[in-house]
């Protein structure tokens, strides 16, 4: 940073108690830091409701990756209009490699693929000043929600953090906590939007549908979604000191009830896992990062992993 030598001047009467000085030297108005990072999921884009639009052997999934995109940048555009300097996208649905790059802008990084072990707010760290997601559904122990699910619809039946189940977006913002980030804004269906604001307070939300069961909801339409998620972070940046950091201070307890018997039975070989039931599994960590680690092992690992 370049010092103004009559900026330096001003500081030192200032400390001296001439607080007159620096009101005759104003702060020059320095391009200030403002690093984003915004977490794309798919489930909560307008329109979506089944694996049509979400897996890429659906017959819509080539457009809807194309409106999810668009949601995307509708954020980016709008966190730089209202100052950000840096911005980081991570692409956090299915093969991590839905969003269309060439879509956008020069300056944005793109987290693309898996595995990654900060999971879905993978880029996230302590220069980042505030994280939004889009595209977020709701969890795997709501009974309402489109495409309700938390990490692998697959796989998972529950995941509790100290005893609570949680949601990918509560627990993605718990991992931005550890690197003092605040979420300020979402969006995704009302299910979704509901159960973030629950745990993490009044955050700015997009609802892109109203759920009206697992694989139907009331949607808007990829036009009205661009305009309303650009509307709502540019709200969130007109109020960024209201947001805080959803911390949770480790040790953290983290529970995982698998869908089948067997992941179960074998991670409890490992003497970090204990046996909590006979689809489930209990481990400790020292903070969200190292569960976010261990949540994308139990994830990924399998013996015949190549290359
Ligand atoms: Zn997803």
């Known amino acids: 940073m370049r010092r103004h030598p009559l900026i330096l001047a001003a500081v030192v009467l200032s400390l001296l108690g001439a607080g007159l000085a620096s009101m005759r030297e104003p702060a020059r108005a320095q391009p200030r830091k403002l690093k984003v990072h915004i977490s794309v999921d798919m489930e909560g884009v307008a329109g979506v409701v089944t694996a049509d639009q979400l897996s890429p052997t659906g017959f819509e999934y080539a457009r809807f990756r194309e409106f999810m995109t668009r949601e995307a940048l509708a954020a980016v555009e709008a966190a730089k209009a209202a100052g950000a300097t840096e911005v980081v996208v991570a692409d956090a649905h299915g093969n991590g490699e839905n969003l269309l790059i060439e879509h956008l802008p020069a300056d944005v990084r793109l987290i693309r693929s898996w595995p990654r072990k900060l999971g879905m707010v993978a880029g996230i760290d302590d220069a980042v000043d505030a ?177």
């Open 131 to 307: 994280a939004i997601f889009i595209g977020y559904h709701a969890g795997t122990n709501n009974p309402v929600g489109v495409r309700a699910h938390t990490f692998s619809s697959a796989n998972l039946a529950r995941v509790a953090l100290n005893g609570t189940n949680v949601t990918e977006g509560s627990w993605n913002a718990a991992i931005a906590g550890q690197f003092g980030v605040p979420v300020i804004m979402m969006s995704g269906d009302d299910a979704a939007i509901a159960e973030v604001r629950k745990v993490i307070g009044n955050v700015e939300a997009a609802e892109t549908k109203r759920t009206l069961g697992f694989h139907s909801a009331n949607s808007i339409t990829p036009q009205a979604s661009y305009e309303l998620i650009r509307q709502r972070v540019r709200a969130a940046f007109g109020r960024l000191q209201d947001f805080k950091p959803h911390r949770v201070t480790g040790p953290v307890t983290v529970d995982v009830t698998f869908k089948n018997y067997m992941p179960a039975e074998v991670l409890a070989y490992l003497p970090m896992f204990e046996r909590t039931d006979s689809h489930s599994v209990r481990f400790r960590a020292k903070d969200m990062a190292e569960a976010s680690w261990m949540m994308s092992f139990i994830g990924e690992y399998r013996a015949d992993l190549t290359p």
